[in-house]
């Protein structure tokens, strides 16, 4: 059996040490951080993909350079597995404790440890493709992961500058290639192809859509969504803005989906750009987010977030199921987490299946797998919606025994290929926004009027241990400290439609706190209270506590 290439990693490893005196942490979004502290991570990434890849015989990984929705100055980095899915869980500390190894000794060892543990055959190949995002510190940093894979000697594909969304799809494709199961041609044209055909085919012979404004986040998605309107033949006219990918600092800055999320406002850049009525997505940096806003006719903001798109994609795709007559062969669900807004899980739990799950795509993506056809959208507009294989040898399989049927089954069959099923990416649920939209006659504001959400408010409370708190029942309750979550509900019952839960971060030593209630001041009210039991819990000092916790 071969042996591990010491020698090469450890020359190698020479040029990329670690950093004294900083830790790092493998998560739901892989490393993120400051891109200075990197390069060390970067290349210890890469020789753990090509031992992924050869744990799974050959079969080729993915690994993304990006920070997504962060600062310009972050990056980040995380590996995707054959199917375009997130690494497996179980593979997370493994990478942390790579990331982690002081030394290019304690390296080694650890990589030892690693191919013992996981039964790792070292003589299999090693195949790798690779992408990173707009960021200035992506290039030093893909050298470092291109050292990784040198010290392997695994085979590789240079993606270049793209989406996240677009490599989770290379890998899917790269590893069905030529089965039965292809997720189709593996290449940014076969990308494009295939979401711009589809939603094409969902859209002919509706009315002409007026002008989309998609604000690029000043990021990679500014590249992408002009090379996928010419792929649109006038099917969707968009208007382009904040695409300033040279332009230092200008990423995530005051745009994108994080932004219009996180303020609830228009990005100042939108100002004098959006007219009354008309519809506007932002992407984030990477182009895996989606946040849909309108102005109404007095100029007032409406968001349109990840709750919004659930409703109105599960509720079409619940109705074409029926159409069809598949109800009982094809069980539709939605998944979301407790931050969803109480209005969407009263609407759509009227309708169909809902389960809830704590944070993180991961969660979701597992949860929805467990359905038919399985809708998730975290209220930050990531998202996706996915079809089991059986659920798609059905639709296309299907037999129709009406013209209504007919139709109804073809839009299925579309929505499939214009969906992309990988991860969560914002052109390809743009588009299926947008296909919906048409078939309902809908703009923004009919749209938005499915249901009214509660007011809400998402409040940060600094605390010297989050590990204190413990929850249960997908972080909708705290189970430490003791007597914590009593208080909550007490003053929970002093609010008309209140809700609220309490959950720690899983990177910083905060808690946040989350509230719902009829009216926005006391949602806000209700946000501030339960911060202030947070903060005096946590055993913070009176004199430093923030004024606005009551």
């Given at each position: 059996?071969?042996?591990?290439?010491?020698?090469?990693i450890?020359?190698?490893?020479?040029l990329h040490?670690?950093?004294?005196?900083?830790?790092?942490?493998?998560?739901?979004?892989?490393?993120?951080?400051?891109?200075?502290?990197?390069?060390?991570?970067?290349?210890?990434?890469?020789?753990?993909?090509?031992?992924?890849?050869?744990?799974?015989?050959?079969?080729?990984i993915?690994?993304?350079?990006?920070?997504?929705?962060?600062?310009?100055h972050?990056?980040?980095?995380?590996?995707?597995?054959?199917?375009?899915?997130?690494?497996?869980?179980?593979?997370?500390s493994?990478?942390?404790?790579?990331?982690?190894?002081?030394?290019?000794?304690?390296?080694?060892?650890?990589?030892?440890?690693l191919?013992?543990?996981?039964?790792?055959?070292?003589s299999?190949p090693?195949?790798?493709?690779?992408?990173?995002?707009?960021?200035?510190?992506?290039?030093?940093?893909?050298?470092?992961?291109?050292?990784?894979?040198?010290?392997m000697?695994?085979?590789?594909?240079?993606?270049?500058?793209?989406?996240?969304?677009?490599?989770?799809?290379?890998?899917?494709?790269?590893?069905?290639?030529?089965?039965?199961?292809?997720?189709?041609?593996?290449?940014e044209?076969?990308?494009?192809?295939?979401?711009?055909s589809?939603?094409?085919?969902?859209?002919?012979?509706?009315?002409?859509?007026?002008?989309?404004?998609?604000?690029?986040?000043?990021?990679?998605?500014?590249?992408?969504?002009k090379?996928?309107?010419?792929?649109?033949?006038?099917?969707?006219?968009?208007?382009?803005?904040n695409?300033?990918i040279?332009?230092?600092?200008?990423?995530?800055?005051?745009?994108?989906?994080d932004?219009?999320?996180?303020?609830?406002?228009?990005?100042?850049?939108?100002?004098?750009?959006?007219?009354?009525g008309?519809?506007?997505?932002?992407?984030?940096?990477?182009?895996?987010?989606?946040?849909?806003?309108?102005?109404?006719?007095?100029?007032?903001?409406?968001?349109?977030d990840?709750?919004?798109?659930?409703?109105?994609?599960?509720?079409?795709?619940?109705?074409?199921?029926?159409?069809?007559?598949?109800?009982?062969?094809?069980r539709?669900?939605?998944?979301?987490?407790?931050?969803?807004?109480?209005?969407?899980?009263?609407?759509?739990?009227?309708?169909l299946p809902?389960k809830c799950?704590?944070?993180?795509?991961?969660?979701?993506?597992?949860a929805?797998?467990?359905y038919?056809?399985?809708?998730?959208?975290?209220?930050?507009?990531?998202?996706?919606?996915?079809?089991?294989?059986?659920?798609?040898?059905?639709?296309?399989?299907?037999k129709?025994?009406?013209?209504?049927?007919?139709?109804?089954?073809?839009h299925?069959q579309?929505i499939?290929?214009?969906?992309?099923q990988?991860?969560?990416d914002?052109?390809?649920d743009?588009?299926?926004?947008?296909?919906?939209?048409?078939?309902?006659?809908?703009?923004?504001a009919?749209?938005?009027?499915?249901?009214?959400?509660?007011?809400?408010?998402?409040?940060?409370?600094?605390?010297?241990?989050?590990?204190a708190?413990?929850?249960?029942?997908?972080?909708?309750?705290?189970?430490?400290?003791?007597?914590l979550?009593a208080?909550i509900?007490?003053l929970?019952?002093?609010?008309?439609?209140?809700?609220?839960?309490?959950?720690?971060?899983?990177?910083?030593?905060?808690v946040?706190?989350?509230?719902?209630?009829?009216?926005?001041?006391?949602?806000?009210?209700?946000?501030?209270?339960?911060?202030?039991l947070v903060?005096?819990?946590?055993?913070?000092?009176?004199a430093?506590?923030?004024?606005?916790?009551?």
């Amino acid at each position: 059996m071969a042996a591990l290439p010491v020698d090469d990693i450890r020359r190698l490893s020479d040029l990329h040490p670690k950093p004294v005196d900083v830790g790092y942490q493998y998560g739901t979004a892989g490393f993120r951080t400051s891109g200075k502290i990197l390069d060390s991570v970067l290349f210890r990434v890469g020789i753990l993909a090509a031992l992924r890849s050869k744990r799974l015989d050959g079969k080729t990984i993915g690994v993304m350079v990006t920070a997504s929705h962060n600062p310009e100055h972050d990056n980040g980095v995380k590996l995707v597995d054959p199917r375009g899915e997130m690494l497996e869980s179980s593979w997370e500390s493994h990478a942390t404790v790579l990331a982690n190894a002081s030394s290019t000794d304690e390296l080694i060892s650890a990589l030892h440890d690693l191919i013992k543990i996981a039964k790792i055959d070292v003589s299999k190949p090693a195949r790798v493709v690779y992408a990173r995002d707009t960021r200035p510190s992506g290039p030093t940093l893909v050298a470092a992961l291109e050292d990784g894979f040198k010290a392997m000697g695994a085979e590789t594909r240079n993606a270049g500058v793209t989406t996240t969304p677009l490599l989770h799809y290379l890998v899917r494709t790269i590893n069905t290639k030529g089965t039965k199961d292809s997720y189709g041609d593996d290449s940014e044209e076969g990308y494009y192809t295939k979401l711009s055909s589809a939603f094409n085919k969902l859209i002919a012979g509706r009315p002409p859509r007026s002008p989309l404004v998609i604000d690029c986040a000043n990021g990679v998605g500014a590249p992408a969504a002009k090379i996928l309107s010419r792929y649109l033949q006038n099917s969707l006219p968009i208007e382009l803005e904040n695409t300033a990918i040279d332009t230092s600092g200008a990423l995530n800055n005051a745009c994108g989906a994080d932004f219009v999320k996180v303020n609830q406002k228009l990005p100042p850049s939108l100002v004098n750009v959006l007219q009354p009525g008309q519809r506007a997505c932002s992407l984030d940096g990477d182009a895996d987010r989606l946040m849909y806003f309108y102005l109404d006719e007095r100029r007032q903001f409406h968001m349109l977030d990840g709750d919004k798109i659930t409703t109105l994609v599960a509720s079409f795709i619940v109705d074409l199921v029926k159409v069809v007559s598949l109800e009982e062969e094809l069980r539709v669900g939605v998944v979301q987490t407790a931050y969803a807004n109480g209005s969407s899980t009263k609407y759509l739990s009227a309708r169909l299946p809902v389960k809830c799950v704590p944070t993180g795509v991961k969660h979701l993506h597992h949860a929805a797998e467990q359905y038919d056809i399985g809708v998730y959208f975290e209220a930050n507009g990531h998202g996706t919606v996915l079809f089991s294989q059986p659920a798609q040898d059905l639709i296309f399989s299907h037999k129709p025994s009406t013209p209504a049927q007919s139709t109804a089954l073809t839009h299925l069959q579309n929505i499939i290929n214009v969906v992309n099923q990988t991860v969560g990416d914002a052109l390809s649920d743009m588009l299926l926004v947008e296909a919906v939209l048409a078939h309902r006659s809908y703009g923004g504001a009919e749209w938005d009027s499915l249901y009214a959400d509660l007011p809400s408010r998402l409040v940060k409370v600094v605390v010297s241990d989050r590990n204190a708190f413990k929850t249960e029942d997908a972080e909708r309750r705290l189970v430490s400290p003791p007597g914590l979550q009593a208080k909550i509900d007490e003053l929970v019952k002093k609010y008309d439609g209140g809700r609220s839960f309490v959950r720690p971060s899983g990177t910083e030593d905060v808690v946040r706190v989350y509230a719902e209630a009829a009216l926005k001041g006391q949602a806000d009210e209700l946000a501030f209270r339960v911060a202030g039991l947070v903060y005096d819990e946590a055993g913070g000092d009176p004199a430093q506590r923030p004024k606005e916790f009551l």
